[in-house]
Structures are given as structure tokens and as C-alpha cells.
């Protein structure tokens, strides 16, 4: 099932419609959807570069909006669409430990979930159920969102076919290193 996703996935990128494709991919994957929009949009800027900007704007807006579906599904609809998708990730045994952290941590979570591969659904879902300020999740998921897709579409922009492996083998590991050194930053701080 999930190579057929794949597939389509990768096929919208080439579809007329692709900007439009790529704004309901990123708004589901969000939510529910377990494919990432990196898939359609790094071939579609390598297809038009002088567009890498304006492809990253839309996927970054759709993202945002799919966040605020999820946020919705952990504040509304746990039990009826919330659970399912949770267990569909494999979340289920840790939720309440994760419900509780966000509860403390909940900005950073959102920020780390978004830039890195992590599944952004269930951070969305979880946000929600732990009640996490709607303006505080937005401008998390604003930044975090923005910041992974302009700089996948600017290494594109500027480098562009020799980067595409980089970018879907390593710049997850680089996100995570990021997110690592960001959390470093913030334990030094409380420890000053």
C-alpha cells in the first residue's frame, strides 16, 4: 500500500496541476497522510528552479494548514480519527509519555517534528489532545515548516540535480543534528 503512495505521489509531480497536487499533498501529510511532500516537491524543482521559492512558499502554507486539521483531530476527534492514525504509526504504547511532554515541551516539539523526517502527524494529533496554545503551535509549525522546505529549496535552487541525493539521504540526519544541537542550546540555558 504504502509503495502505490509512493507512486502516485511521485506522479503528481509531473501532472500540470503539480503546484496544485503538491499544496494537497503537504496538507494531508500534516495530518494523516504518511508520505512526505519532499517526494513531489524536490522533483518539481529540479523540473522548474526559477520556482524552487514559490514551490517551497506553497508547501510551507499547505503544511501549516493540514498542522491545524491535525491539531483539530487531537483536540476533537481522538477517538474516532485521532487513535487510528496513531496506532497506524506505531505511537500508541508512548502517547500518554508524549501527551505529557508536550504539555511542557510542546514548541519544541513541534519544531524538531517539523524539520526533521519525523512523522509531523502524530506531533500535530498529540498537540492537540495535550491542549498546546493554537498561536504557539502555529508559529512553531510556521517556522519549523518553513525552515525545512526553503532550505531543501534553495540547495535545489542553487546546486540542483548533484544535490537531490544529498538532500534524500542525508539532510534528515543533518535536521536531526540541528534539532540536537537547538535542544543542547536550550538544557545549557536552564543549566546558567
Known sequence: MIRRLY???????????ALWALAFVSFIESSFFPIPPDLLMIPMIIARPNKAFLIAGVCTVASVLGALLGYYIGWGLLETVGRPIIEFYGKDDSFAAVTELFRENGALAVIIAGVTFLPFKVVTIVSGVAGMSIP?????????????????AALLW???????DFIEKRLGLMFILFCVILVGGFAALKFI
Open 7 to 17: 507512486n502516485w505521489t511521485l506522479s503528481l509531480a509531473e501532472s500540470p496541476n
Open 136 to 152: 504557539v503551535f502555529i508559529a512553531s509549525a510556521i517556522f519549523a515548516r518553513a525552515l525545512r522546505f526553503f532550505i531543501v
Open 158 to 164: 542553487k546546486y540542483g540535480e548533484p544535490i537531490r
